[in-house]
């Protein structure tokens, strides 16, 4: 089966730097990848999606990285705002239609 | 357009009672799946629904769990005889098709006393 990890739960940056947030995936044949930002108490909301044959796809502030090679996944924001502190998912989808979620990391943002 | 909704946004329960988790997909979107996310954790799939093809049941953690999507749209997770480790928030996504962007609702937040 598939196990997504991150490698940081928690993050704290200072407003304006950029921030990475990491994801490792075991399974080779994942080949679809998404990553989330949720919230205190709301749903999951989609960032930005890349599929296998990328390994880059940049979105407004975003970017997302991805090395097939060593099975890991990032999320880039440039300019970090307040605004951007929640908890990021990656999440991985192998062939099929669920998708496997990583546990999370806490981003902080501060003023 | 409406995004994923979900009924009710919270539900407080006694033990051994079922509930019904209702799920309105955005209008167009083929697939509908449900996932549980336990407080601080990830999210733990549960069961996916493709057009007219059979669902995916294999992330349904006991057989107390069911559900079922009516004309392709709106669907309901069932949870019989509720235990206290039912207890978590519960989301519907949807997409277009599989493997594209699933786009999640707000979630019900499930309370098992």
């Known amino acids: 089966g598939e196990s997504v990890g991150l490698h940081l739960p928690t993050l704290s940056v200072q407003e304006g730097d950029n921030s990475i947030i990491n994801c490792a995936y075991s399974n080779s044949a994942s080949d679809y990848f998404i990553w989330y930002k949720q919230e205190s108490g709301k749903g999951p909301q989609f960032i930005i999606d890349?599929?296998?044959?990328?390994d880059k796809r940049q979105g407004q502030r975003v970017t997302v990285l991805l090395n097939k090679t060593v099975k890991h996944l990032s999320l880039q924001i440039a300019a970090t705002q307040p605004g951007d502190s929640a908890v990021y998912f990656c999440?991985?989808?192998?062939?099929?239609?669920?998708?496997?979620f990583g546990q999370g990391t806490e981003l902080s943002v501060k003023p | 357009g409406a995004g994923v909704s979900q009924s009710p946004s919270n539900k407080v329960t006694e033990k051994g009672k079922d509930v019904e988790l209702r799920c309105d997909p955005i209008s167009g979107h083929t697939a509908l799946y449900w996932y549980r996310q336990s407080l601080g954790q990830g999210l733990e799939f549960l069961i996916y629904?493709?057009?007219?093809?059979?669902?995916?049941k294999s992330g349904l953690p006991s057989d107390r769990f069911s559900a079922e999507r009516t004309g392709g749209s709106v669907s309901t997770l069932t949870i019989q005889r509720t235990q206290q480790e039912d207890s978590a928030v519960y989301l519907c996504a949807s997409s277009l098709e599989r493997q594209e962007a699933q786009y999640f609702g707000p979630g019900t937040r499930l309370l098992v006393l």
């Open positions: 999440a991985v989808n192998n062939q099929g239609g669920k998708l496997i």
């Open positions: 890349i599929r296998s044959n990328m």
């Open positions: 629904f493709q057009g007219n093809s059979a669902p995916d």
